[in-house]
């Protein structure tokens, strides 16, 4: 019964080659993130989207893209990928509404995007 | 806009001892705060929040954190911890209401808990 789920857990790949990230949410949150954590362990916001709908897009490369076919799902394409992109990436939901920002956030166990 | 300090990258410390993670945080507007814990392998769980009331927030796990407006800090404290405390420890702050309501996270301490 995982509340936040993402899959493929390890992603290697070659530089240049298209890749997706799938995550879904089984706790009828409105609002998902996408987070990437550095070999550091920094974790950036990328992405967020609220009912189906985009609303933080920080700076990321526009070979990111993200695709939310309904609200319980959040995918995550990168096209053309670059050594760079090497990462663990996270994906997050939380309730949203009046109590917006005082909720937690649940996160996916991560996927480790290794680009060779 | 805000951002998180996270004083120290690592703290390694002794089994049965003490223990203080400082955060300490920039914002121009008033803000929620967190910890996070991220155990090996794992997504971050959530260890306690500060929203408002009293300063001082019990979380799971024996941890606790101390908010300090003047300082602008929350540090978090356990008076002692276990080697399976041993794990990355985030502080997170999101803006009050009429922000972007996006947590904006610090870099992380990493907790090593020596036997």
């Known amino acids: 019964d995982t509340a936040v789920s993402q899959t493929p857990k390890y992603l290697v790949t070659q530089m240049g080659n298209d890749k997706s990230i799938k995550c879904e949410q089984n706790?009828?949150?409105?609002?998902m993130y996408w987070y990437k954590q550095d070999s550091k362990k920094f974790l950036k916001i990328m992405f967020s989207y609220n009912n189906k709908e985009l609303i933080i897009n920080e700076t990321v490369p526009n070979r990111f893209s993200p695709k939310s076919p309904d609200k319980a799902h959040l995918n995550l394409h990168i096209n053309s990928l670059e050594l760079g992109d090497s990462a663990v990436y996270f994906c997050?939901?939380?309730?949203?509404?009046?109590?917006?920002?005082?909720?937690?956030?649940?996160f996916g166990s991560g996927t480790q995007l290794s680009v060779l | 806009a805000q951002s998180v300090t996270q004083l120290d990258s690592q703290v390694p410390v002794f089994e049965e001892a003490p223990v203080e993670l400082r955060c300490n945080y920039s914002?121009?507007?008033?803000?929620?705060l967190f910890w996070y814990v991220q155990y090996p392998n794992q997504g971050l769980q959530l260890l306690l929040k500060?929203?408002?009331?009293?300063?001082l927030v019990k979380g799971i796990n024996g941890f606790e954190a101390e908010f300090n407006k003047s300082q602008t800090s929350f540090h978090l404290r356990k008076p002692s911890v276990h080697i399976s405390d041993t794990a990355e420890y985030f502080c997170a702050v999101t803006p009050l209401p009429g922000g972007s309501y996006i947590p904006t996270f610090g870099r992380g301490t990493s907790l090593i808990v020596h036997p």
């Open positions: 914002s121009s507007v008033s803000v929620y």
């Open positions: 706790l009828g949150h409105d609002t």
């Open positions: 997050a939901s939380s309730p949203a509404g009046r109590t917006f920002g005082q909720e937690k956030l649940f």
């Open positions: 500060y929203l408002s009331g009293s300063t």
